[in-house]
């Protein structure tokens, strides 16, 4: 198993280009998850899904939008891109959350 | 949004010590889950904890659920160079039909020789 992939590893945009982070699982999980993570703050919750075709709003969701079409993948759409969005992108997945989500290596994300 | 809270931020210590960190919350939670996160990587799960007062080990790592389920505490002991890297803490709750987690700002660890 591949596990939780995620693609680019590093990206650079100018303020307002939009463009989409992929993620991938092989593991027949039905919860995914986007994770930001910035210095001193943890990782904060963007959007999740519990299953292909439901997703719901985290802890900080403006500005990105996440889809469900099927069970492996969960894109992340950045509309236009802010300086604000600067951060390192994790997305998760798990068979439920109480047993640990798995994480990918993350998308080091620079909006310039 | 809430955030729970690791202390210390962050600690230096000398390879053979013991380590603890600690997490705290003014929710309850009903799991506990201890991270652990390498420069450049994704967060890796070293311990889960699913009843209040459960005490688990996982190779020199011991982590233990609060008994007001507010809090949770992780032990290393006898350091080594490898246990370097940055350690969270992470509740679960269920609010309807959402499971979450929420993060703490996490401790990072140096051990030198």
């Known amino acids: 198993n591949a596990g939780v992939t995620q693609t680019p590893k590093f990206q650079v945009l100018k303020t307002g280009q939009s463009m989409t982070l992929q993620c991938a699982q092989d593991?027949?999980?039905?919860?995914m998850s986007w994770y930001r993570q910035d210095p001193g703050m943890g990782l904060r919750l963007i959007h999740y899904s519990v299953g292909a075709g439901i997703t719901d709003q985290g802890e900080v969701p403006n500005g990105y939008n996440v889809s469900r079409s099927t069970t492996e993948d969960f894109p992340l759409r950045l509309l236009s891109a802010a300086p604000s969005q600067t951060s390192v992108y994790f997305c998760?997945?798990?068979?439920?959350?109480?047993?640990?989500?798995?994480f990918g290596p993350g998308t080091r994300l620079t909006v310039t | 949004g809430q955030q729970l809270n690791q202390s210390p931020q962050s600690m230096f210590i000398q390879e053979g010590e013991d380590v603890s960190m600690n997490c705290t919350s003014s929710?309850?939670?009903?799991?506990w889950l201890w991270y652990k996160q390498d420069p450049g990587e994704g967060p890796v799960l070293l311990i889960a904890l699913y009843k209040a007062g459960e005490l688990t080990s996982n190779g020199r790592l011991t982590a233990q659920f609060g008994i007001t389920r507010k809090d949770s505490f992780l032990n290393i002991s006898a350091s080594i160079p490898s246990d370097v890297g940055i350690y969270f803490c992470a509740g679960q709750r269920t609010t309807g039909t959402a499971s979450k987690l929420t993060f703490g700002t996490g401790t990072r660890l140096q051990v030198t020789l």
């Open positions: 998760a997945s798990s068979r439920e959350t109480r047993f640990g989500e798995n």
């Open positions: 929710s309850i939670f009903n799991t």
């Open positions: 593991m027949n999980h039905e919860y």
